[in-house]
């Protein structure tokens, strides 16, 4: 590979990585080209970017960023593939469904601004929530207490009963 080709790659690279807040690097060794595919086609569904890389280009993008991944440099071994995406536990539930075969298998990640390194974080970055599951948390918190107001005028109470027993309790 010619050398501008290289620093093309390693440009793009650094683009996906200022672009995206969150990726994954995962082993594709042993995927066989219907089984790669196949992962393609569930990222694009799940919005993944998925780039297979070579693992000094990585390397080479990765000091170029303004971020430090040094955490990072001992999983690029093997046959590497970058999933860039929007939503932090996107491609972890997506991997979790892989988890059996073994393949593509989980190395590392970049999510929510904190390195996640080994096998046994997979759990973890799953239960990372996304800001669409954080606003419905809110939401359904702060609809609670009108529930129980509108639940006790249902049951039969009077507003002016139910205002005393406010009245009292914040007392």
């Given amino acids: 590979m010619k050398k501008e080709v290289k620093d093309t790659i390693i440009v793009e690279l650094g683009e996906y990585l200022k672009k995206y807040p969150h990726f994954y690097l995962v082993d594709v060794t ?17 919005e993944i970017k ?7 280009l990585l390397h080479k993008a990765f000091e170029a ?13 093997g046959n590497t593939a970058l999933l860039f995406c929007e939503t932090a536990n996107v491609p972890a539930k997506l991997l979790k469904e892989y988890k059996k075969e073994g393949i593509p298998a989980f ?3 970049y999510a929510e601004e904190g390195f996640f390194v080994g096998a046994d974080k997979l759990e973890e970055l799953v239960s990372i929530k996304s ?9 359904a918190l702060l609809q609670s207490p009108i529930k129980t107001v509108v ?6 109470g009077k507003i002016h009963g139910l205002l005393d027993a406010i009245a009292e309790r914040n007392k």
């Fill in 151 to 156: 639940s006790g005028l249902n049951a039969g």
């Fill in 131 to 139: 800001k669409n599951e954080l606003i419905a948390d809110v939401m």
């Fill in 107 to 109: 190395k590392a990640a």
């Fill in 50 to 56: 998925m780039v297979v890389v070579k693992n000094k």
């Fill in 30 to 46: 042993g995927l066989n080209a219907e089984k790669t595919s196949d992962l393609r086609r569930k990222c694009f569904k799940s």
């Fill in 65 to 77: 960023s303004e971020i430090d991944f040094e955490p990072l440099y001992g999983c690029l071994k």
